[in-house]
């Protein structure tokens, strides 16, 4: 089996609806996933941007959000998901606006990628506190057993 990551208000490649960027609610969107591998511990969630400031000259990727330790047999995390509402277990990361949890679509200028990637991993991660991406990242080195993303678009005024 493929393991697979989709959104049920946005397609990979498409436009993410403003609802879920720093133009409206600002409010995790939907997610689900199928096919993760046998021996599964853990998911993780990157949420990150890799073209800002400007796509048209990018000089950092920002990123939105950080989760780690979603239990394995979860398949999905609902809209507006908060820190009260996560799946047990599950931990949040900090994102570039050193805030912990979701973060937006908020591009400052021209249409954005971000990139949504969950990771299947073959241990539980140790209590990270709030990491950074790099801290998670350094953190699963080693443990991945596969990779899914689903990429959407953002740009202020939907143009």
Not at 27 to 49: C, F
Not at 82 to 91: D, H, N, Y
Request: proline content about 11%; some cysteine; overall charge negative.
């Amino acid at each position: 089996m493929t393991f697979t990551l989709s959104s049920s208000v946005f397609t990979h490649k498409e436009t993410i609806p403003s609802r879920y960027t720093c133009d409206d609610e600002d409010v995790s969107p939907p997610l689900s996933w199928s096919g993760a591998p046998n021996g599964t511990q853990s998911l993780a969630l990157i949420v990150d941007d890799p073209d800002a400031p400007d796509p048209e000259a990018p000089k950092m990727t920002w990123v939105h959000w950080v989760l780690y330790n979603i239990p394995p047999e979860t398949t999905g995390l609902a809209e507006a998901i908060t820190s009260a509402t996560l799946p047990p277990g599950s931990r949040l990361g900090t994102n570039d606006w050193r805030k912990i949890g979701y973060g937006g679509p908020c591009p400052p200028i021209g249409r954005h990628r971000y990139f949504f990637k969950l990771y299947a991993l073959g241990k539980i991660l140790p209590d990270l506190g709030a990491p950074t991406k790099t801290a998670l990242e350094q953190a699963m080195a080693g443990s991945i057993l596969a990779e899914t993303q689903l990429m959407g678009t953002y740009q202020h005024g939907g143009n």
